[in-house]
């Protein structure tokens, strides 16, 4: 019997390559004043696309949620969120 060769492998990385980020909407909820379900649109938007799809790093996904939150007035000037922080809530 001829053996198949593996052509394909999927990785399944929800909460593996951004640990934390599953309902991390209701911790943020109080800190950011908005809607949970805005706060997801917001870290699971055209981004995280865009990371998941290997055309932007960790650290422009995060500098790009820094941003957002720069115009929102809720993340100071320089300091950027980072997956190990959130990670933590």
Not at 26 to 38: A, G, I, Q, S, T
Request: hydrophobic share 35%; charged share 25%; proline share 4%.
């Amino acid at each position: 019997m001829k053996k198949q060769k593996i052509t394909t492998i999927i990785f399944d990385l929800s909460e593996v390559y951004l640990k934390g980020l599953i309902g991390v909407e209701h911790y943020l909820e109080p800190v950011l004043k908005m809607e949970p379900k805005e706060i997801y649109s917001k870290l699971i938007g055209e981004n995280f696309g865009k990371l998941m799809h290997g055309k932007i790093t960790e650290d422009e996904y995060w500098q790009e949620i820094n941003d957002i939150l720069r115009t929102l007035k809720v993340c100071p000037s320089g300091k950027s969120p980072s997956a190990s922080a959130v990670s933590m809530m």
